[in-house]
């Protein structure tokens, strides 16, 4: 959170929610319902059993953007051959015009994929509320 701080994205309480599908969608949607516009996911993006993050981020979005995910698998894998398992997604809602990105659990895997995402994060939300190409 620090990091989306000093990109300048005000940034609420981070909320932990236990693992499953159900349960992070519903802390997805309070994240949307308290008006956020962007929401970063960490863990549940690998293989285990538990690991159902993407499944309940793909029951709120709209649109996934696909590319993203594969930038982060890409850029990730520069480090450690392991960013390949992730199944992460990246998507909007269209409503409120927010974007979902699911991040590894790893804090460096989630430190170098909010790296990568920043940059990029500007215009998706101007391009979400109407913006030009």
Sequence with gaps: ???????????????????????????IRRALDAGARVIITTGGTGVGPRDRTPEATHTVIDREIPGLAELLR???????????????????????????????????GA????ETLLPLLPHVLDQLTGGDH
């Design 74 to 108: 890409r850029e990730g894998a520069a480090s450690t051959p392991m960013a390949a398992l992730s199944r992460g997604i990246v998507g909007v809602v269209d409503g409120p015009g927010s974007v979902i990105a699911n991040l590894p659990g790893s804090t460096r």
């Design 111 to 114: 430190t170098e994929g909010l």
């Design 1 to 27: 959170m620090q990091r989306l701080v000093e990109a300048g994205y005000a940034c609420e309480a981070a909320s932990v929610v236990t693992d499953g599908e159900e349960s992070v969608a519903a802390g």
